[in-house]
Antibody, heavy 128, light 107 residues
Framework: QVQLQQSGPGLVKPSQTLSLTCSVSDASISSGGYYWSWIRQYPGKGLEWIGYIYYSGSTYYNPSLKSRLTISLDTSKKQFSLKLGSVTAADTAIYYC????????????????????WGQGTLVTVSS | DIQMTQSPSSLSASVGDRVTFRCRASQSISNYLNWYQQKPGKAPKLLIYAASNLQSGVPSRFSGSGSATGFTLTISSLQPEDFATYYCQQSYSTPYTFGQGTKLEIK
């Protein structure tokens, strides 16, 4: 059973960098087949996709966060990480890591991504 | 970005009822649509992918349909454990986007 375990501080000061790590069990992050993603959920419940990384190191970021965002991979530790700089109160949210799996439709010749495993979530509050 | 709009925002129903959730995309997304269930204090759980495919381990009372801009999630006979919030999500293009959710409450 794939498990994603998050770690990192729950309180970050304004203008500082938010850093979270996701440790992956029972799945390889050093071979292809999956992307590894971060998603956040605001206190009002809205969900926002932050970005993802492939085993090759290729990254895809939400343009709304791109200038402040770094997602990285440490295959030796089976971890991927999120760094979000210059945070403000608007970055207060529950942050989730998730695996991006996909379904290949052999009749339509299309690949359909989805988030199939999620971490437990980390509430990050930005406050002085 | 593709906007996802869910209706209604909340829904009251009883155990045994048939319920339908709706999700509309701001542009055609073919069938690149996923549904998730979220219970308080927990991460979202995948129910349906590619509009109509049931995720492994999800009860068969859940079903999804639709294409292009209109989608539905149906629970054929509500069980007590189904009371939760349901989200749709498009994976047609990045940035992936979610609907605002429909909260299913006990009548």
């Amino acid at each position: 059973q794939v498990q994603l375990q998050q770690s990192g501080p729950g309180l970050v000061k304004p203008s500082q960098t938010l850093s979270l790590t996701c440790s992956v069990s029972d799945a390889s992050i050093s071979s292809g087949g999956y992307y590894w993603s971060w998603i956040r959920q605001y206190p009002g419940k809205g969900l926002e996709w932050i970005g993802y990384i492939y085993y090759s190191g290729s990254t895809y970021y939400n343009p709304s966060l791109k200038s402040r965002l770094t997602i990285s991979l440490d295959t030796s530790k089976k971890q991927f990480s999120l760094k979000l700089g210059s945070v403000t109160a608007a970055d207060t949210a529950i942050y989730y890591c998730a695996r991006v799996n996909d379904y290949y439709d052999t009749t339509a010749y299309r690949t359909y991504p989805f988030f199939d495993y999620w971490g437990q979530g980390t509430l990050v509050t930005v406050s002085s | 970005d593709i906007q996802m709009t869910q209706s209604p925002s909340s829904l009251s129903a009883s155990v045994g009822d048939r319920v339908t959730f709706r999700c509309r995309a701001s542009q055609s997304i073919s069938n690149y649509l996923n549904w998730y269930q979220q219970k308080p204090g927990k991460a979202p759980k995948l129910l349906i992918y590619a509009a109509s495919n049931l995720q492994s381990g999800v009860p068969s009372r859940f079903s999804g349909s639709g294409s292009a801009t209109g989608f539905t999630l149906t629970i054929s006979s509500l069980q007590p454990e189904d009371f939760a919030t349901y989200y749709c999500q498009q994976s047609y293009s990045t940035p992936y986007t979610f609907g605002q959710g429909t909260k299913l409450e006990i009548k």
